[in-house]
């Protein structure tokens, strides 16, 4: 049993920071990428930025320059750094983790006010 545990997330107003995290806790082998992905009421889920065990890292270009992806490979964590915030910003952020299968955590309310 393998769990994504997130944290972080919220309500901030448009400029502002936020920060989550997520551990992979319980069974889980060699962990290849770790991301996070979002989803806005109306709108498929998107890949918002991955990290790859080596530390290569791609974003999406609507986020680029302003979040920042990272990972400590050590506890199974994976960080996402968020800076100028804008209200397409929210969105539900999700969890991903690519081991020997794919897991996806519960998800965390990220919500920009204008």
């Known amino acids: 049993q393998v769990d994504l545990v997130e944290s972080g997330g919220g309500l901030v107003q448009a400029g502002g920071s936020l920060s989550l995290s997520c551990a992979a806790r319980?069974?889980?082998?060699?962990?290849?990428?770790m991301a996070w992905y979002r989803q806005a009421p109306g709108k498929q889920r998107e890949l918002v930025a991955m990290?790859?065990?080596?530390?290569?890292?791609n974003y999406a270009d609507s986020v680029k320059g302003r979040f920042t992806i990272s990972r400590d490979n050590a506890e199974n964590t994976v960080y996402l750094q968020m800076s100028s915030l804008k209200p397409e910003d929210t969105a539900v952020y999700y969890c991903?983790?690519?081991?020997?299968?794919?897991?996806w955590g519960q998800g965390t309310q990220v919500t920009v006010s204008s």
């Open positions: 991903y983790t690519l081991s020997n299968r794919s897991y």
């Open positions: 319980g069974s889980i082998f060699s962990i290849n990428r």
């Open positions: 990290v790859t065990s080596g530390g290569s890292t």
